[in-house]
């Protein structure tokens, strides 16, 4: 990396601010799981939650502080002693720490809320942040509703926090006020007047998404000199949430020619990430939302099709694969020519003759006469059709769920391969998991659950549901269909039928043991 770039530092606060999305409550080894994956995605600071806040929050923090090792591991607190020890007591096996304090400084804040004048405020921040120091090397203090702050005495609070011993100020956009033009001037003039701000001391900014302008605010700070984002994965949070991770990393690096700037984030690990957070959390990420969402390579006009396969970037300014997507996604319909099909078909990991293309062609065709959208399914279901079909390498013989409430349901499973059973039990979040669970701990495919969809394909009460699930493994997208008036069944059934197509399609087996596809 060029010496004069700038390293922007990224502060994660998926584990507590994007926790505080309505709804996306998650335990304590949820996070956990969380935290080792943004240990993956290499994030310089994990803000792991907010001690004070309830006595599984501290426990979250602490199992998150003695195994997540390479990330500062943060935590966040009022501005009172009895916050700072529940974070002294949460963080103290963590090899690397940071105390986060923050009090809200903007003349709303301080009259209404916390009815406190600004000296008052000021002697508030000074006294906790000296206290602090015994236990913290690093502390960063967070005026709280910075933006909408007498810029006059933000710099006062700042220099105090810096006197009185912060080693980082964090500039929150709190309610999503602010708009890029006038952040930028804020954090210029912070700098002006607080020299060691984005040098001895981090500067950081957290932008709120009230008014659609969180990363767009965050970029406009960076191109100030602030060199610490906050920021969640997914752009989950209070309200309409944060400044998202992944726009901001992939703005600085697809725009690194203007920016200047870099980051140590593995892009590969982004999807990845991104998908763990939307399944634990429970949030669904929109299908048009930058980067993340599954429309985000997708092209369905035919000229825009026949260009990226042409040429990728003539439609496209990241490549898919950077981030960890398999590639670019063309949707299939009546206006998609021979190439995009049979550049489909191959990726779907079929390897068809000239002829079988031809004739696989014209029918999809006929298809996408009837239907505005030919979907995967779609295709596979012509191909195997024509080409023969899927054999049952693993097959349901037995299923049994229990589910009481206030326990976590557990599932049995049988399954019968090439003249054997094969039995497992599991324990999961809900009864699909736990039958997901223990399919995976027969067959040991790694595939991760990257889309389910359940909808009714009949009326009235024994309604046939159907189930569609999308498995990645080995950065490939595999979909399984399955029905049944039992919607765990068909969920069930749809997961085993794209298992078998992995393991006929991509792994081929002659002879044998079944092993793991
Ligand atoms: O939005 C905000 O002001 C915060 C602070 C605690 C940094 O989340
Ligand atoms: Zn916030």
């Not at 933006?147 to 926090?161: I, K």
């Not at 078909?345 to 006469?369: C, I, N, P, T, Y």
Request: glycine share 8%.
């Amino acid at each position: 990396m060029p010496s004069k770039k700038r390293k922007i530092h990224i502060f994660d606060t998926t584990l507590r601010d994007g926790e505080q999305s309505p709804g996306a409550s998650l335990t304590p080894e949820e996070k956990l799981k969380i935290a080792k994956q943004l240990e993956r995605l290499n994030v310089d600071v994990i803000e792991a939650g907010f001690p004070a806040s309830s006595p599984g929050e501290l426990k979250a923090v602490q199992m998150i502080s003695e195994a997540v090792r390479k990330p500062i591991i943060c935590g966040l607190s009022r501005m009172m002693p009895k916050d700072i020890d529940a974070c002294r007591r949460a963080l103290e096996k963590a090899k690397k720490k940071r105390l986060h304090v923050f009090l809200a400084t903007s003349q709303i804040h301080r009259q209404y809320k916390l009815r406190k004048d600004k000296r008052e405020i000021l002697q508030m921040a000074v006294q906790n942040i000296k206290a602090a120091k015994k236990d913290f090397k690093q502390i960063e203090f967070s005026p709280e509703d910075a933006s909408r702050t007498e810029p006059s005495f933000l710099v006062a609070a700042t220099r105090a926090a810096i006197d009185a011993g912060a080693t980082s100020i964090n500039i929150p956009d709190t309610v999503g006020y602010t708009v890029p033009q006038e952040f930028e001037c804020l954090i210029r003039y912070l700098i002006k007047k607080v020299p060691e701000l984005g040098k001895k001391v981090v500067l950081s900014v957290h932008c709120h998404n009230d008014l659609g302008l969180a990363s767009a605010n965050s970029l406009a700070a960076i191109l100030a000199g602030a060199n610490q984002v906050e920021c969640t994965i997914n752009g989950i949070g209070e309200r309409a949430g944060n400044a998202s991770m992944e726009e901001i990393v992939m703005a600085i690096d697809t725009r690194k020619d203007f920016v200047d700037c870099y980051t140590d984030i593995r892009l590969r690990e982004i999807v990845k990430t991104s998908r763990l957070v939307s399944h634990l959390t429970g949030m669904v990420v929109q299908p048009n939302k930058a980067i993340v969402g599954r429309n985000a390579f997708s092209h369905e006009s035919g000229i825009h099709q026949d260009g990226v396969l042409k040429k990728r970037q003539t439609y496209e300014i990241i490549d898919p694969k950077r981030i960890g997507l398999s590639g670019s996604q063309l949707i299939l319909g009546k206006l998609s020519g021979r190439h995009a099909f049979k550049e489909r078909v191959e990726k779907l990991g079929f390897h068809l003759s000239e002829q079988e293309v031809g004739k696989s062609f014209e029918r999809f065709k006929m298809l996408a006469d009837k239907k505005k959208y030919v979907f995967d399914e779609d295709i596979e279901a012509i191909l195997e059709d024509e080409i023969g079909h899927i054999p049952e390498t693993w097959k349901l013989e037995y299923l049994k769920v229990i589910t009481e409430s206030g326990q976590s349901p557990v599932a049995n499973v049988r399954l019968r391969s090439q003249g054997r059973n094969f039995e497992a039990h599991s324990e999961g979040d809900g009864p699909v998991d736990a039958c997901y669970k223990a399919l995976e701990q027969i067959v040991k495919s790694g595939a991760q659950l990257a889309h389910y969809g359940i909808q009714s394909v009949t009326s009235g009460k024994d309604a046939q549901g159907e189930v569609v699930v999308k498995l990645l493994v080995g950065g490939r997208e595999v979909a399984g269909r399955g029905t049944s008036t039992d919607i765990i069944e068909a969920s069930v059934k749809a997961y085993l039928f794209a298992l078998n197509k992995i393991s006929t399609r991509f792994f081929p087996k002659e002879t044998g043991e079944p092993s793991p596809v």
